[in-house]
Structures are given as C-alpha cells and as structure tokens.
C-alpha cells in the first residue's frame, strides 16, 4: 500500500508524544491505568495521519499537529470504550485485546472515557496548542460540534436506534457521516484553524475528511464482515449478528465500491485546484477503497 509505511513511521513518532502527555498529565492510579490501556493498545493511528498530512499542507508546526492529534485519539479511545460497553456495542475485544470494562470494570471503564474525553480539551485549550485564543475557542466549538448530539454522540444514538429496522440508504449515510466521518472531518480541518486558512480553504478540508471517514465506515463494514479476529482485532460478524443497519446489509459490495468511486469523483470534480495543488490528496482519498478486494 502507499501510505503504509509513511503510517508505520508516523505512528511511532506520535505515540511516543502521546504517551509523554499521558504521563506528565495523568497519575498513577487506577482510573489513570484504565486511560492509558485505552488510548495506548495499538491503535493504527489513521487520524493523526490525516492531521499530519493537512498539517504539512498548511505549514503547521510538528508540536501543534501533534498536540492536536493528541486531542482527537482522546476522543477517539474514549468513544471506542463507550462502544464496546454493555449498554452499548457490548463487545469484549478490542484490537485484539479485552476491551477496558473486561481489563478493569464497567465503572472504571464508563470514567476513563469520561475522563479522556476531557482530556482532549485541556489539550486543545492550552496555549501550547496555539497562541491565539481565537484560533483555541474556533479548535473547541469545531471539536464540540463534532463529538456531540450533531456529530460522533449523535450518530452512536442513531447506531443504537437503528438496530433490527429496516433504514434507508440516505439515513444510514447520514449517521455514518455522524459518528464516523465527523471526527475524521475534524481531523483535516483542525491544521488549517491552526494556519489561520481562508473559508474556502477549511470547507475543502471539511469535504475532504467527511467523504474519507465514509468511505472509511464503509470499508470497516465490509472488514467486519469479510475477515477473522486476527485481522480486525475484535468480534468478527457482530454487526450482522446484532442486526446493525449497515449499507452492507441492503446494497452489494460491489455496488458500494461504485457509490464511493462516484463521490470521489464528484470531489475532486468540485475541487481541482486544491487536487492539482496538492497530489498526495487524489492518492490519499482512495486509502480506504484500496483495502476492498
């Protein structure tokens, strides 16, 4: 694959920063234990890729892209707790290890992903992050927006609901652009609130990243259904078998593959310059469909 190795490398580099804030930011204890086992259980780490792919764009600085990449695995690791609860997805693996309420409890578990979702914001709020406070309050109500009712709590709820019922295509893209695409949105979006970029500039970015994290969910469905537990780390088949409204469960794979073809198509229809401009985005939109066989 392209990026692999540009991932391998990348990840390294960013979790040995994450793992330094965890450690001059949280204790010894055991809800402190419960976080790092969450957000440091070997992750791919395809967020902070995206975030260090625009931050290069966008001429950020390393310690900002970082910092910000620190932010949303917070999220990220946090919500994937939430997940795997019994209230919830109730699923005892995670990347191929028991999920944090099995290595400690629910209530532990319930906290840590509190307690990680708010790291995030100490994270972003801090003037490390950026100078500008302006640039910090616009970072905070973009990350807001993204993780609440309107973005990944939003479409974790409509997951819930839509359980057992026959839901329609658009309905189901819309909770993948949810509780999905919307913290990979954040993601493109957040170098370029750093780099103080134009309207026009941050809307591509948000384009950008919503169509990746669909096609990203899409692809994760077709994973989930296609291979064992070595490959994707936890229960194999658990959507189809909790009645999970998917795409996958009303249209074919193939006809999949040719909705997402068509969207990329249309993106970079829309938006040429900042395609021509910039290469590595027309390789880096087709990331996820390369895994589909």
Known sequence: MYFDRSIN????????????????????????????????????????????????????KKRQSLRISTAIESIHSYSLIHDDLPSMDNDDFRRGKPSTHMRFNEATAILA??????????????????????????????????????????????????????????????MYEMKTAALFSFSCVAPYILAKKNIKEIKFANDFGKLFGIIFQITDDIIDQDQDFKIIGKTPGKDKAQGKSTLLSIVSKEELKKYCLKKIKNLQNKNKNFFLDNPILSKLIYFNLDKIH
């Open 113 to 174: 992903g509190d307690a990680l979702h708010d790291l995030a914001y100490e994270i972003v709020s801090n003037e490390k992050t950026s100078s500008d406070s302006n640039v910090r309050i616009s970072l905070i109500n973009r990350l807001s927006i993204a993780t609440g009712s309107k973005g990944l709590a939003g479409g974790q709820s409509l997951d819930l609901i839509f359980e057992n019922k026959k839901i329609d295509f658009k309905k189901i893209i819309k």
């Open 9 to 60: 490398i990348k990840k390294k580099e960013f979790d040995l920063f994450y793992m330094k804030i965890l450690q001059n930011q949280l204790s010894k204890d055991l809800l402190s234990k419960a976080m790092i086992y969450a957000s440091m259980n070997g992750g791919k780490r395809i967020r902070p890729f995206l975030v260090s792919i625009f931050s290069e764009l966008a001429k950020v």
